[in-house]
């Protein structure tokens, strides 16, 4: 099966500052990458996807490119906001029209007025 | 509100107890997953549904865990005996395909 590594938390950045969270992964297939995130109390929500290689999958600032030759998946947003503060997951799927995910163990951001 | 649901919310139950949960997915989404997700990590992928037929189980299910979708629409997620080890979120995702769209969960808590 898939497995992800997830850049370790936590993250604490101040507002307006650049964000990078790493994410590598390995798959037997070729599988499409996710980033969920869940906000405080909230429940999983989908932040963006890419499902071929050199896709850039973008949402709310939010940008991550699919790397096949590096089978990374890195995370980054140009300017941080407060309200970004959530945990963020990596998961690929298991490829073959297999949509089971694989999630990292996440990282937790908290962003500092 | 046409999301994912799940009942209870939550559940507290004394080890050796049956639970049951239900997911009611997105109409019309004919793929239905269920993942556990222990405090500080990320969900584990349990078992999934392509309308009425399991496709898949995790090795995580044992045979005290049973899951149905019996008409390809909700589904259930029974765990017989609980231990207190299962205490956890249980979280359900539907799709169409792509996507999975997740339910806000159901924590058990077993003493």
């Known amino acids: 099966g898939n497995s992800v590594t997830q850049m370790e938390g936590p993250v604490t950045l101040s507002e307006e500052a650049f964000l990078t969270i790493n994410c590598t992964y390995t798959?037997?297939?070729?599988?499409?990458l996710f980033w969920y995130v869940q906000y405080p109390g909230e429940g999983l929500q989908l932040l963006l996807k890419?499902?071929?290689?050199?896709d850039k999958g973008s949402n709310k600032g939010f940008e991550a490119t699919y790397r096949k030759e590096t089978t990374s998946f890195h995370l980054e947003k140009g300017s941080v906001q407060v309200s970004d503060s959530a945990v963020y997951f990596c998961?690929?799927?298991?490829?073959?029209?297999?949509?089971?995910?694989?999630f990292g163990t996440g990282t937790r951001l908290t962003i500092i007025p | 509100d046409t999301g994912v649901s799940q009942n209870p919310r939550h559940k507290i139950t004394k080890r050796g107890q049956n639970v049951t949960f239900r997911c009611d997915p997105i109409?019309?989404?004919?793929?239905l997953y269920w993942y556990r997700q222990t405090l500080g990590q990320g969900p584990e992928f349990l078992t999934y549904?392509?309308?009425?037929?399991?496709?898949?189980k995790s090795r995580l299910l044992s045979d005290r865990f049973s899951a149905e979708r019996p008409k390809g629409s909700f589904s259930t997620l029974e765990i017989q005996r609980t231990e207190q080890g299962d205490s956890a979120m249980y979280l359900c995702?539907?799709?169409?395909?792509?996507?999975?769209?997740f339910g806000p969960g159901t924590r058990l808590t077993v003493l």
């Open positions: 995702a539907s799709s169409p395909t792509g996507e999975q769209f």
């Open positions: 798959a037997t297939g070729y599988p499409s």
């Open positions: 890419a499902t071929k290689a050199d």
């Open positions: 998961a690929p799927s298991e490829g073959f029209g297999n949509e089971k995910l694989t």
């Open positions: 109409s019309e989404h004919n793929r």
């Open positions: 549904f392509q309308n009425e037929a399991q496709l898949e």
